[in-house]
């Protein structure tokens, strides 16, 4: 945060403006990455919910062959079961016996019939499963190349921007030391609520730079004089004279060809 400085308005004025210009370079960094960061982001939450998709998925196929495990040693104890009636027909000794043993096999018969029906369905439904993971996995590995390629791109103008960001955040540490917290505050207040980030603007033929609205000449007299901070009634930005823009443009110009 800005300290408080017994700076001169003048110097104040010219410290907010080269800071301007810093945060507008910054700005200008910032718009090359476009919408990277976001689109990276986005990339890394969808291949996630791939990846929980794709384990859900593995957990029910591993359902699927539990429960057809449990079918098959179903198949297994009514088969013993059958051969054990199978035994006891053999020793009846009446209509009734027999006619119980058989019911009791053929109840066997349909518990195997069952279970087999079970397990096919259980194989059908992992192989639709497996198609679907199938799809998911290379939905995914799609993803995955998309986001390295763009991590890649966006890593890149990271590398070429790092060192000059650095700087200029230390640059604009410096002007801010000469800038009142106040009028530091204001000037952030200012340029988060305008469109294009110019929270100060030089005069350009009489107006506001990016203005229609014509400043009253003894407006532009107050501004020239550099003795007082002068806000725009239309816009609310803060006003300098085009003589100091130009002077401080040519100055941070050269500091921004030195640290490219």
Same mark, same amino acid.
Do not use: C
């Given at each position: 945060?800005?300290?408080?400085?017994?700076?001169?308005?003048?110097?104040?004025?010219?410290?907010?403006?080269?800071?301007?210009?810093?945060?507008?370079?910054?700005?200008?960094?910032?718009?090359?990455?476009?919408?990277?960061?976001?689109?990276?982001?986005?990339?890394?939450?969808?291949?996630?919910?791939?990846? %929980?998709?794709?384990?859900?998925?593995?957990?029910?196929?591993?359902?699927?062959?539990?429960?057809?495990?449990?079918?098959?040693?179903?198949?297994? =104890?009514?088969?013993?079961?059958?051969?054990?009636?199978?035994?006891?027909?053999?020793?009846?000794?009446?209509?009734?016996?027999?006619? $119980?043993?058989?019911?009791?096999? %053929?109840?066997?018969?349909?518990?195997?019939?069952?279970?087999?029906?079970r397990?096919?369905?259980?194989?059908?439904?992992?192989?639709e499963?497996?198609?679907?993971?199938?799809?998911?996995k290379?939905?995914?590995?799609?993803?995955?190349?998309?986001?390295?390629?763009k991590? $890649?791109?966006?890593?890149?103008?990271?590398?070429?921007?790092?060192?000059?960001?650095?700087?200029? $955040?230390k640059?604009?540490?410096?002007?801010?030391?000469?800038?009142?917290g106040?009028?530091?505050?204001?000037?952030?207040?200012?340029?988060?609520?305008?469109?294009?980030?110019? #929270?100060?603007?030089a005069?350009?033929?009489? #107006?506001?730079?990016?203005?229609?609205?014509?400043?009253?000449?003894?407006?532009?007299?107050?501004?020239?004089?550099?003795?007082?901070?002068?806000?725009?009634?239309? $816009?609310?930005?803060?006003? =300098?004279?085009?003589?100091? #823009?130009? %002077?401080e443009?040519?100055?941070?110009?050269?500091?921004?060809?030195?640290?490219?």
């Amino acid at each position: 945060m800005a300290k408080e400085t017994k700076s001169t308005v003048e110097e104040k004025l010219r410290a907010l403006y080269d800071l301007q210009l810093i945060d507008s370079r910054v700005d200008q960094i910032k718009n090359v990455r476009g919408e990277l960061p976001l689109e990276v982001s986005d990339l890394e939450n969808e291949i996630n919910e791939l990846k %929980e998709k794709l384990a859900n998925f593995d957990n029910e196929i591993s359902d699927y062959d539990f429960q057809s495990k449990e079918q098959k040693n179903l198949i297994e =104890v009514a088969k013993e079961n059958h051969k054990k009636y199978e035994d006891n027909l053999k020793k009846v000794r009446n209509n009734r016996e027999y006619n $119980s043993i058989v019911k009791e096999q %053929e109840f066997q018969e349909l518990e195997i019939q069952l279970a087999e029906k079970r397990i096919k369905e259980f194989a059908a439904k992992k192989e639709e499963k497996k198609e679907v993971i199938d799809q998911l996995k290379q939905k995914l590995k799609e993803r995955k190349n998309h986001l390295s390629a763009k991590k $890649s791109e966006l890593d890149e103008i990271l590398k070429e921007t790092e060192k000059e960001e650095k700087l200029l $955040s230390k640059k604009s540490s410096e002007f801010e030391t000469k800038i009142d917290g106040l009028l530091f505050s204001e000037y952030k207040k200012i340029r988060k609520n305008v469109k294009n980030g110019l #929270a100060i603007v030089a005069l350009e033929r009489g #107006a506001a730079g990016g203005s229609y609205f014509t400043i009253p000449p003894q407006v532009q007299m107050e501004i020239a004089a550099r003795q007082k901070i002068i806000t725009d009634e239309h $816009s609310g930005r803060i006003l =300098v004279d085009s003589e100091l #823009a130009d %002077e401080e443009k040519k100055k941070m110009n050269k500091f921004f060809k030195r640290k490219k």
